[in-house]
C-alpha cells in the first residue's frame, strides 16, 4: 500500500486537472457559440442602455442583444475574459488591447409637481431636497452610492417595478429623479410635473464605450454619432 500510494495521489492529481481542463474548454466553447448569435453588453447604469441597445438592434437585426448591469470593477474583468463583446462605463479605461470612446452624458433632474415649493426654481442642489419623501427605482447602478452618501436625509420610497413607478408617479404628488437620458427614451415627465436640474457636480456623469480592439467595428457603429 505504501508503494501504491504516490501513484494513487499522482493519478488523482491527473484526473482532476484533466476535468478541469475539459469544463474550461466547454466553457470557451459555449461563449464562442454564444458570441456568433449575441451582443452582451455590460454596464454600470441603465442610463448608456436607453440608446445603445436600439442602436445595436437597428444595426445587427439578426443577433440578440443583452445586456447586464454590473459594477464597473466586474464589468473590466468581464470584457477581458470575452464575457462582454462592449462595456459602458463612469470613466476612461487605459488596458492593452483594448478600446474605449466617449459616449453619453447623463444628468440627474428632480420630477416635480407643479404646485411644488421647489417646481418655480430653474436649478436645485442636493442638499435642497433634504427631508423629501421621493419615489425612486431599483437597479441604478452607479447612481445608487449618490443616493447612499449624498441623500442619506431624503426618504426613499423604492419601487422595482418600472410600471408600478409609472403609475405612483402619475398618480401622485411625490418627487421622482428622471434624467436626460430616461425621460427622452423610456418616460416622460407628466404634464402636470417639471423637471429641473440638479447642479452638483456629481449628479452628471459621462459614460465611456470600451472594447477589445477585435471589435472596433462594432464599437465605432455604435459611437459614430456621439
Known amino acids: 500500500r505504501s508503494t501504491l500510494f504516490p501513484y494513487t495521489t499522482l493519478f488523482r492529481s491527473s484526473i482532476k486537472t484533466v476535468l478541469e481542463s475539459a469544463a474550461q474548454m466547454t466553457d470557451r466553447m459555449e461563449r464562442y457559440r454564444r458570441s456568433l448569435t449575441t451582443l452582451t453588453i455590460g454596464s454600470c447604469a441603465p442610463g448608456p442602455t436607453f440608446t445603445l441597445i436600439p442602436r445595436l438592434t437597428a444595426l445587427h437585426p439578426e443577433m440578440t442583444i443583452s445586456s447586464v448591469l454590473q459594477q464597473e470593477k466586474t464589468l473590466q474583468n468581464g470584457l477581458l475574459n470575452g464575457a462582454f463583446q462592449m462595456i459602458a462605463l463612469s470613466r476612461p479605461w487605459q488596458e492593452k488591447d483594448v478600446l474605449c470612446r466617449s459616449y453619453v452624458r447623463e444628468s440627474l433632474m428632480v420630477s416635480l409637481p407643479r404646485t411644488h415649493p421647489l417646481a418655480c ?22 447612481w445608487q452610492e449618490l443616493h447612499d452618501k449624498k441623500m442619506k ?60 480592439k477585435k471589435h472596433k467595428k462594432l464599437l465605432d457603429s455604435s459611437t459614430e454619432t456621439f
Open 121 to 142: 426654481r430653474k436649478e436645485l442642489h442636493i442638499s435642497d431636497v433634504a427631508g423629501l419623501t421621493m419615489l425612486l427605482s431599483s437597479g441604478l447602478g452607479i
Open 153 to 212: 436625509d431624503v426618504h426613499f420610497i423604492v419601487q422595482s417595478d418600472r410600471k408600478t413607478l409609472h403609475e405612483l408617479i402619475s398618480a401622485s404628488d411625490i418627487p421622482n429623479f428622471v434624467t436626460n437620458l430616461s425621460s427622452q427614451y423610456i418616460s416622460y415627465v407628466p404634464e402636470n410635473r417639471v423637471a429641473v436640474p440638479l447642479m452638483d457636480p456629481e449628479a452628471t456623469v459621462q459614460f465611456y464605450l470600451c472594447a477589445a
